[in-house]
Nanobody, 118 residues
């Protein structure tokens, strides 16, 4: 069984920063891509940033230059550093990881709330 546990969400004023963490645990061979997604009320879940096992990154246009994704393969951990936060960044943020047990399969964390006040 694979578990992804996020932490680091909270309430912050516009212009502030937060750092989200996600740790994967369980019995598996490896983790391929990891990423952060978010879902605001009344909207569909959208990708925020992804990172390959080798460190290749991709970002949504709305967060480029403000957010940074990173990971530590030895710790099965991915982070999302969020700077210059805006009210429109308010959402539940979900961690995703493509985990290899026998074949690759995607797993989701439970989500962490990020609220940015104006």
């Amino acid at each position: 069984q694979v578990q992804l546990v996020e932490s680091g969400g909270g309430l912050v004023q516009a212009g502030g920063s937060l750092r989200l963490s996600c740790v994967a645990s369980g019995s598996f061979r490896s983790i391929n891509d990891m990423g952060w997604y978010r879902q605001a009320p009344g909207k569909q879940r959208e990708v925020v940033a992804t990172i390959t096992r080798d460190g290749g990154t991709r970002y949504a246009d709305s967060v480029k230059g403000r957010f940074t994704i990173s990971r530590d393969n030895a710790k099965n951990t991915v982070w999302l550093q969020m700077n210059s936060l805006k009210p429109e960044d308010t959402a539940v943020y979900y961690c995703n990881a493509v985990v290899v047990i026998i074949v690759p399969r995607g797993y989701w964390g439970q989500g962490t709330q990020v609220t940015v006040s104006s």
